[in-house]
């Protein structure tokens, strides 16, 4: 996400488990008849290669369900058995990788990095893929390799979670204090969907931190008026943003309902500690 708030890349950042929709009885194949005269009536090979791999698609999509309920160990060996299946299975690759990074511990991650690879060795055109491990390398700290996958992957066109990966790449150039790089990206990513949320977020603080009121406030209004749409609660990191607009528009009614509204809504949230700290000491700016 620079003195800007950015809060926490980790819970920001988008990697995505593709859940696929299959309708795949996972039992045991029949045996096959035999005729008459005893010949031996063998399963079509393209058959069984299809029945492969749709016991890998089934136990790939029943592993990203598992790490998306916390339940790694199931899931884990959900994709043993879908790369028994089929070996050459890119996506269980991929899901396999996002549960070691997931999982967290230092061996784990470190072993995420060889799955994600063997993804795009066997399909180059996984996008999906290079998004994740573009993910997994900004978190480590990697950002030139990161930025190669995430432009990759944001200049796929047809690829469902492009505006994603174009997000991704711009919150890699923040972790870089590289904000005229990732205004860019984040422009980008709005023209290509207008609901970009991450990217009009980000937004809001760089343009803050220009001191650029106006446009500040219209991408503060976006959300604001998205949530309510859609019934949902306004974030904290969004009502800390709106105190900070406020200051610098010198509207003390409203920064002063904004800021019962955080300090009562998210009493816990580290956007309510900065605050009260400068409530303490209102002189300075609010970061």
Known sequence: MVTVHHGNYGKIM????????LTVLLTACQSTSQ????????TDPSQRKRDKMELAQARTALAGQYISQRQLDAAKRQLDEAMEAEPRYAPAYDMMGNLLRVEGSPSN???AEEYFKRAISLDPNFTQARNNYGVYLSELGRYQEAIEQFNIAG???????RVGALENLGLTYLK?????????????????????????M???DILINRR???KAKEYFDDLRAMAQLHNQPIPPRLIYQGIRLNILQNNRQEIQRLSSQ?????PLSDEAKKLKQWLNNPTGALQ
Do not use: C, D, H, W
């Open 262 to 266: 955080l300090l009562s809504q998210y």
């Open 202 to 204: 980000e937004m809001i």
């Open 35 to 42: 005729n008459t005269t005893s010949v031996y009536q063998g």
């Open 14 to 21: 988008k990697y995505l488990v593709i859940l696929t929709t």
């Open 176 to 200: 870089m204090n590289n904000p005229a790089a990732a205004e860019a990206v984040f422009n980008k990513a709005m023209e290509t969907e207008r609901g970009a949320v991450v990217a009009k």
């Open 212 to 214: 650029e009121s106006l």
């Open 155 to 161: 200049s796929t066109l047809g690829y469902r979670n």
């Open 109 to 111: 991650v470190a072993k």
